[in-house]
């Protein structure tokens, strides 16, 4: 079992700039795949940005690339979203995600947090 809980969002004009903070706790896995997915209203979820927590080895979706940067703070079992250039098109629910390995994270086999809405205005 893991326990994800998420801070940030809001809402900004295009082009501004938001963080997304998630904390994990209460897992006991060696390994863990920590990163964000996100659902616009009427789509499918999808992968943002994740990261291996032991390993470094992280995951970016093209739409995002050069403009979302992951990083992570092992001390506090904690990842962030540095969302820079935002778009109305990323205007989307944000969800905080966690698995085993990389592999069931891009399939969505993953513990979920709450969310987060983002709102970009044009």
């Known amino acids: 079992q893991v326990q994800l809980v998420e801070s940030g969002g809001g809402s900004v004009q295009a082009g501004g700039s938001l963080r997304l903070s998630c904390a994990a706790s209460s897992y006991t896995y060696v390994n863990i795949y920590l990163g964000w997915f996100r659902q616009a209203q009427g789509k499918k979820r999808e992968g943002v940005e994740g990261i291996d927590a032991g390993g470094g080895h992280s995951y970016s979706d093209l739409s995002v690339q050069g403009r979302f940067t992951i990083s992570q703070d092992n001390a506090k079992n904690t990842v962030y979203l540095q969302m820079n250039n935002l778009k109305p098109e990323d205007t989307a629910m944000y969800y905080c995600?966690?698995?085993?390995?990389?592999?069931?994270?891009?399939?969505?086999?993953?513990?979920w947090g709450q969310g987060t809405q983002v709102t970009v205005a044009s």
């Open positions: 995600a966690a698995a085993t390995d990389l592999l069931r994270w891009v399939r969505g086999e993953n513990y």
